[in-house]
């Protein structure tokens, strides 16, 4: 087992093209302390999961450095690095397996007392309960779960998880109204005490981020609290 992290991070001078000679991201800089939420905005294509998408290490950066509690992440195994990292991801996704592993999925040993508490935490415990076999109850992909309920599987599965380090790509489908709330503050639940970077599209996320990036063809084209910008 790696050791957890605080959840410090920095990306210092990161640049990144998925092709050479095409880079997308040029000379990317910002400072995170542990427990901070950073909203990041911009329209389609600016680069903002691509800048999440390196800090996980899931690509190698062509420049500069990103470092996690001061140490260069480039000098520690990849698996360690996703280790840190619990995933909300914009496409949810159900596997063929129970609701207990589904909601468990990332993370080895997790008792049936945790997978229960997170989804009494997001709201998911008494639709759970009224299948014809509970959390045993098999789902596959084509499973009846609305939108909504298969965003807060998927809030449910990164609480369990419990890494640091959060990474948040909030889903722009529509939900009802009561749905939403359950979201909201799921979510909300989910970044207190980690360091959580939250590719952003509720206005309510933006506002009590203590720092925005704004991205524009993969550069910060403004930075600062909601009252600063
Ligand atoms: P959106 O809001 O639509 O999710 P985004 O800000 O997350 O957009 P990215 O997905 O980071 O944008 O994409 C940034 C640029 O990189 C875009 O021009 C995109 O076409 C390109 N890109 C993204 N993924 C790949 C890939 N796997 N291979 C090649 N180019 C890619
Ligand atoms: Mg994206």
Redesign the pocket.
């Known amino acids: 087992e790696p050791t957890r992290v605080r959840g410090d991070v920095e990306f210092k001078d990161v640049n990144f093209g998925?092709?050479p000679g095409k880079p997308?991201i040029h000379d990317f800089s910002a400072s995170v302390k542990a427990g901070q939420k950073i909203a990041i905005v911009?329209p389609?294509?600016?680069?903002?999961?691509?800048m999440v998408n390196l800090l996980m290490r899931f690509y190698d950066i062509d420049g500069g450095a990103m470092y996690i509690d001061g140490i260069d992440t480039s000098s520690v195994p990849r698996a360690n690095v996703h280790d840190q990292f619990s995933m909300v991801l914009q496409d949810t996704w159900v596997f063929r397996g129970s609701v207990k592993e589904n909601i468990a999925y990332a993370k080895k040993d997790v008792s049936d007392q945790q997978i229960e508490d997170a989804c009494k935490a997001v709201g998911l415990d008494r639709y759970v309960r009224s299948l014809p076999q509970g959390y045993d109850t098999v789902l596959d992909d084509n499973s009846s779960l609305s939108q909504g309920q298969r965003q807060l599987m998927t809030i449910a599965r990164a609480m369990v998880q419990d890494a640091p380090i959060l990474i948040l790509d909030e889903a722009t489908s529509s939900v009802d109204t009561r749905t939403e709330e359950l979201i909201q503050k799921a979510m909300d639940n989910l970044t207190v005490g980690r360091t959580s970077f939250v590719i952003a599209h509720r206005l309510s996320t933006i506002k009590d981020a203590d720092m925005i990036l704004v991205?524009n063809h993969g550069d910060i084209v403004e930075r600062g609290t909601h009252d600063e910008l």
């Open positions: 998925y092709e997308i911009g389609t294509g600016a680069g903002k999961s691509t991205m």
